[in-house]
């Protein structure tokens, strides 16, 4: 009966499954992919035009991803420049363009395009780079501007937002309250992510100055940057209208908590904040530089599609109907009445639900005023040198002057690096045909060796029965280890040998499709032999400045920190994971609850409890401050500021991360121990801490010894906590291990050559190292 | 071990058990707050756990509005394979390593530890392409195959160690009794190794559970997504949902945290080797 039942089913579900495939060859159904980085509330709206677009278009399916804006600049351009994949379409901000077309990952769309469709949108929103429309903008802006709590205004009497820089100051010296007279400020005049170089360009551009001067060389050391620098400081330690410590989080959550008059922050963030503050949100330009005469311009750039290259027929026509469709003055509208974006689209400009928009009018502005952010993916190399010297003359350590100075000094470095490979031409290739030929010759002899041990001290021995070895448990043996053997080899070796390979190579932004094998010149720059060879070929030059030189490079000082932090963490990892696991052996009612709760720490994904730290150590709000203060009477610490104690606060971090595992180890290694060793040492009248250094320490061993060597790998290589609470390296690029600094130095700047050579590195200091510790350990391989 | 102490040992015991429990939670009951907050906002002046206007929105939204069970399950589907495989393949290779000497005994071992030390800005990229060589793109065997294989090493490590505290009489006794080199084995050691095999099956779970890295950039669509991918698309340049965030954090660590439960009546079950003198 219920097979009878079934048997119309089946039959209907074939055909609907013929008629799919048949109507799918009649109508060429076309797939398209999207990678986006859109915000929470801008996704929504995107998923409901793609319904709207699919149902007008049924043989066109989108297939939107989100990626975070850097992961999506990464991703794509793994998929499309190394396995020339990825998805049809990207939409991101305008400055992906110099990297992507360098890359040759993306298409020129001006013939892709009807003219009359670009007609219709505004000039801004066209990314022209190198001659070619690259982009197709839907959103002009992602602009910093004021927006101010008119609660708080009118509570100090004031009814309309500062205009000029000096009323900045006088404005939020009265927005800056201490209520409770305890000496600690409740209530700042103003807030934003003042560290950040992106939000430090309006005050720089109101003194007269821009990242990049007309022939695109980067303009930093000049009196505007003194100047606006001073301005900053000024806010901080003279006016004391801002907090001495600011990054994006802190800034947003004191604004939407009111306990903040003024923030200075971007579009994106804007519908936020009029959500949090209902009746009392107020937007305005940022403020006239009444000295100079200059607005506070912020960069103003768009957003928009991109098209990869490899597009073409069927799948390009979709292209062109789901932008098209993306543009009209419809799905504009409905991202800019709901986000509060200025649209390209010139009919969307002027639809009266835009032009009414107190916000949108306010925006369109300071829009206006603004300046259009750099495309050259040189800007990304001025960000990574504004970073630190002006991080540094925020913590003190500098004068705005030399800041200055260095951050021009750092610019024209950073440039030269993501632009290496350019003046490679045949002349340098020949010149390294002899090396080349070398390190084919050596890499064949060392294929060579590895193929004849494998012969003959592994495969000859396994099969010959011979008096030494007992070639039945043997072969029993490697039977064991082969399917682990097989994954492990599959999935590692690639990766090892293309990292090798191209550790040698010039790989670059520029190289990327033409690299070629050049030597060991990317392991010298690590080590700073090519600083310390340019200082020997300088007439004047001695060996011990050519040594200075070198030292210099970066990699010698993260070195010393990595062992630090490597040492410190493992260290407490384990005497902290042993004690409690000791602790917790015992009879101890409610043990097992305690337990679940030390493993927490493990379980609980990283990157939230990791920001969470960052929270705790807070100078003016942090819980640990807090503790400091109440329990011992100690002030408070600048322990995310200050480069050592953002250091010790990283490890402090890592310590938390790390201990449950460790305690976790020694409880399962605590149970092999048996319990009549115990007893006897105590008839024999050892102490406690005879019977720990006695039974418990050695026969703990064995279960400990890999734990504690993988754990000092792991710990030696863990980007994941360094990065997340020192907020990438902060401040000013000093805390780093070799690791994050590979990341920030290298992967940002596309040296991939660069990269793989100082990973490599990296790899051969910890094996070189877990050698010589297993030799050492090995003496205590067997206990029984 | 498992002696009664005194009272005033047992309260200084209880002193520090109780200071380490909580220095262990504060941080994570943050993690709650945040995820109880009214607004997204990641941090606040105020110290209170319970904050202002306390809501389970987020709660509620993760499952109303976001494919939270789905992400559930694929990342179930995956983390349980990379167990099975990691539990598999890990106590049989351990004990290998232990009890028999054979040719590239020490060159495997070696070899093992060696996998763990490449930094991940040396894996990333090419295994990117190979995977998009192998066609493994937009597959769980691909994710499943690299899970397994980071877990792999500390497990065959931890395995080993823990084989070796084991006699080898008792093998020997199996022997005589009549059992082969794999029944000795897998009737007689295996279940011996039992708080050695829940470390390694809670590390293999933990390693596929929380990953993200190579699961974002193996994963193209929506209905594919892991949990930790699936939360990931709450955290964004600037404009992070930390509510929906927290809250999704906090449940993902329940089934780790349940697990651990689950499992660790064998961790500390204490199967003794007493009744083996050694």
Known sequence: ?784 | MQKRDSIPKLALIYAIVILFTAIAVYPVLQVVSISLRPRATLLSDSLAIIPEGATFENYIALFRDQPFLLWVRNSLLITVAVMVIGVALASTAGYAFSRFRFPGRKAGLLSLLVTQMFPATMLLLPLFIMMAKLQLINTFIGLIVIYSSTALPFCIWQMKGYYDTIPFSLEEAARIDGLGRFGSFYRVILPLAAPALVITALFSFMSAWTEYIVAAQVLYYENMFTLPIGLKTFQSNMSTEWGLYAASALIVSIPAMALFLFLSKWLVSGLTLGSVKG
């Not at chain 1, 789901?322 to 009445?337: D, G, H, I, N």
């Not at chain 1, 913590?395 to 290496?420: D, P």
């Not at chain 1, 080349?436 to 099969?463: H, M, N, Q, S």
């Not at chain 1, 807090?626 to 500021?641: D, E, R, Y």
């Open chain 1, 1 to 784: 009966m219920r097979i009878i039942e079934r048997i119309p089913w089946k039959r209907a579900a074939f055909a609907a499954a013929v008629c799919i495939a048949f109507c799918g060859t009649a109508r060429a159904q076309v797939n398209l992919h999207l990678w986006h980085q859109m915000r929470p509330d801008a996704r929504e709206i995107l998923k409901e035009r793609i319904r709207v677009f699919e149902k007008l278009h049924p043989g066109i399916t989108v297939m939107q991803l989100y990626k975070e804006n850097e992961e999506l600049r990464v991703g794509y351009q793994a998929a499309a420049a190394f396995t020339g994949g990825g998805p049809e379409l990207v939409y991101g901000p305008s400055d992906f363009v110099g990297a992507f077309e360098s890359m040759h990952i993306i298409k020129p769309l001006e013939d892709v395009f009807p003219k009359a469709m670009l007609d219709q949108l505004d000039v801004k929103a066209h990314t022209v780079y190198r001659g070619h429309l690259y982009q197709i903008g839907d959103e002009i802006g992602n602009h910093l501007a004021l927006i101010w709590n008119k609660r708080l205004f009118r509570q100090a009497g004031l009814d309309r937002a500062p205009k000029t820089l000096d009323e900045l100051v006088s404005f939020g010296k009265k927005l800056t309250l201490d209520r409770n007279g305890d000496g600690v400020t409740d209530q700042y005049g103003l807030v934003w992510n003042y560290t950040e170089p992106f939000f430090f360009i309006p005050f720089y551009t109101s003194f007269g100055g821009w990242v990049m001067d007309d022939k695109g060389a980067p303009a930093l050391d000049n009196t505007a940057s003194v100047r606006a620098f001073d301005y900053v400081l000024g806010l901080r330690d003279r006016a004391r209208i801002i907090p001495r410590e600011c990054d994006y989080e802190i800034a947003d959550s004191k604004f939407t908590e009111a306990r903040a008059a003024m923030i200075i922050n971007g579009s994106w963030a804007w519908s936020k904040y009029m959500e949090a503050l209902g009746a009392d949100f107020g937007i305005a330009m940022l403020p006239m530089n009444e000295e100079t005469g200059l607005w506070a311009a912020p960069m103003v750039s768009s957003k928009g599609y991109f098209v990869n290259t490899s597009v073409e027929g069927a799948t390009l026509d979709a292209v062109r109907t789901f932008v098209t469709f993306m543009l009209s003055p419809e799905t504009q509208l409905a991202f800019a009445t709901k986000l509060k974006t200025i649209p390209s689209n010139l009919a969307a400009q002027r639809d009266p639900l835009v032009l009414g928009d107190p916000v949108i009018a306010v925006s369109i502005e300071q829009a206006r005023v603004g300046k259009a952010m750099p495309l050259v993916p040189e800007m990304r190399a001025i960000w990574d040198a504004m970073r630190p010297p002006y991080q540094n003359l925020l913590g003190g350590n500098i004068t705005a002057a030399k800041a200055a100075r260095e951050q021009q000094r750092l610019a024209l470095q950073k440039i030269g690096e993501l632009n290496e490979g350019k003046d490679d031409n045949e002349e340098t290739a020949r010149g390294n045909a002899l090396v080349v030929g070398i390190i084919y010759i050596l890499g064949a002899l060392i294929a060579l060796v590895a193929l004849v041990l494998l012969v003959t001290r592994f495969l000859v021995p396994l099969f010959r029965n011979a008096k030494t070895l007992d070639s039945g448990n043997a072969r029993f043996a490697v039977m064991m280890i082969l399917p682990a053997a097989v994954l492990m080899f599959g999935v590692v070796v690639y990766p090892f040998f293309y990292n090798l390979v191209i550790s040698l190579s010039n790989m670059s932004m520029l190289t990327v499709n033409s690299w070629s094998i050049i030597g060991f010149d990317q392991y010298g720059k690590v080590f700073g032999i090519d600083r310390f060879l340019d200082t020997m070929a300088k007439p004047d030059a001695s060996v011990w400045m050519a040594f200075g030189q070198m030292f210099s490079t970066e990699f010698y000082g993260v070195f010393v920190k990595t062992i630090i932090w490597t040492v410190v963490n493992v260290f407490f990892h384990v005497t902290i994971g042993v004690f409690l696991a000791m602790l917790l052996n015992r009879k101890l009612p409610g043990k097992s609850l305690f337990r679940i709760l030390l493993i927490l720490p493990w379980a609980v994904p990283q990157y939230i409890t990791a920001l969470t730290w960052r929270g705790m150590l807070n100078t003016d709000s942090g819980a640990i401050n807090a503790i400091l203060k109440q329990v011992f009477s100690i002030a408070p610490l600048p322990w995310l500021t200050d480069s050592t104690l953002a250091f010790v606060s990283v490890i402090m971090t890592n310590i938390w991360l790390g201990f449950p595992f460790m305690m976790l180890i020694a409880l399962g290694g605590l149970q092999s121990i048996p319990r009549e060793l115990y007893e006897a040492a105590e008839i024999d009248g050892a102490s406690a801490w005879q019977q720990f250094r006695t039974i418990t320490v050695p026969l703990l061993k064995p279960v400990m010894i890999p734990a504690i060597t993988l754990g000092i790998v792991w710990t030696f290589n863990s980007i994941n906590v360094v990065w997340l609470v020192s907020n990438g390296g902060q401040p000013a690029d000093q805390t780093h291990i070799l690791v994050s600094y590979v990341y920030r130095a290298a992967f940002n700047l596309y040296r991939y050559g660069y990269a793989a050579a100082f990973s490599f590195v990296i790899f051969l200091i910890l094996a070189l190292f877990s050698i010589t510790f297993m030799r050492r350990s090995s003496a205590t391989e067997n206990v029984y």
